[in-house]
């Protein structure tokens, strides 16, 4: 298979490439993505020999300098236009059990591709001659048929790298992959290494909030669940498989309750917060779960504990302390426009709510239609309805609070002057005659328009005043 290169700063990289007859391959993701259709920005190039020097000299040909260079690791950063472009020196790695670190040996072709993650990672494209794709381990193949599996035995893979096993994961939820057996059984039997402190909590957010990004994270949350990393990664999640619901309102468990409700919500919004508040609206379900004969399971006052659930959970995870206010926010919130729909509700009740949601009102909308899972087609027809009949009503009660806001653009100590009068009701009342006339449309809302018609109705009205006293 070949490939075709569109960057014109990687094909100015090849050309010196060629011209200084250094071996150089594109590999690991922009090689995948490219075969994939998929936009990439985030460049790797495997030098063989001294990446370096290689990286110093298409520094200089662009004419800029790197934006980092880690000797260590044989290693450097180019940042050019909105490319991302780490060039890296073939390497062959051994690891200690007590690292994710590997100490490198440089190496060839064959040994750097050995030691990628996974086969679909694995494959490499020369740029200073003609090739085809180098797939030494059936990448394109696994491509094909979507499939992530580890180039070399998979236990090792994942007992020397643990984040590999989410890395897995998340491209399965990515591109909506399948784990083959082998490496899934691996994941389950190795997933206590996660445990063993060498991967960084940054490191296993992050991938983490890429399942969450992906287009249906359910796939990836599934996978977490099957292999029992959940319960590593996200234990209050993983506690509710198994919480069982009222049987009218919900089908499944409250876990897989939450995988639609997450995916529901992913068809609506890219907001990563959002979708991580669908994860988690019902997480103080199995604290506040109790039986009630003749109701069934309630979970009364879920959504305060949950809400208060988050800030711990929001440090250990070393989640952006930015988003939570806005995540405690909508849990809070979660239940409150559901009877909102009845006929005998107050404005006061929509303005209330109205105005805790505040900008986010929007967001609590698509969460609450999201929320909706029942199987039964009629009930979901109904609920959707109702939250037609809510948005309808938030709707009215902001125009009308629009209107009882609306000022006249003359204004009573004008009106005042121009009638020489003292504060008394009548300016109320002129004010007032000004408002209705740009209410039915009889002047426009401006004010000379306003100012003459006040010279045309205060005569009339300062009589009826008069004869009233
Ligand atoms: P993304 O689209 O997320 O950038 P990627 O495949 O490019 O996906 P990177 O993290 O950018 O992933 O890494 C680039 C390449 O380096 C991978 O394709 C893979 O070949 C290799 N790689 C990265 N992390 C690991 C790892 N932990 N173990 C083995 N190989 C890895
Ligand atoms: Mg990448």
Redesign the pocket.
Known sequence: MNIKIKHKEIKAISSLAKKLDIETYL???YV??LILGIE?T?I?IMVIGDAITFANKVAKHFDTKLSAIYKNFGTALLNINKLKIEFASARKESYKKDSRKPDIVLSNLKDDLS???FTI??LAFSINRASEVIDLFEGLKDLKKGIIKTPLNPEKTFDD?P??ML?AIRFASRFNFSIEENALNAIAKYRNRLKDNIVSQERITNEFLQILESETPSVGLNLLYLTGLLDIVFPEVSKLAGIDQRKDFHHKDVFHHILQVVDNTSNKTDNVWLRFTALVHDIAKPKTKRFIEGTGWTFHGHEELGARMMKKIFERMRLPMIHLEYVEKLIRLHLRPIPLASEDVTDSAIRRLAAEAGEDLVDLLILCRADITSKNPEKMKKFMRNYEIIEKKIVEVQEKDKLRNFQSPVRGDEIMEICNLNPCKTVGTIKKAIEEAILDGIIPNEYEAAKEYLFKIKDDILKSAKNKI
């Open positions: 590999v690991g993701g995948r993505d990439c985030d790797d030691r990628r993650d990672n694995a790298d984040l590999r890395r």
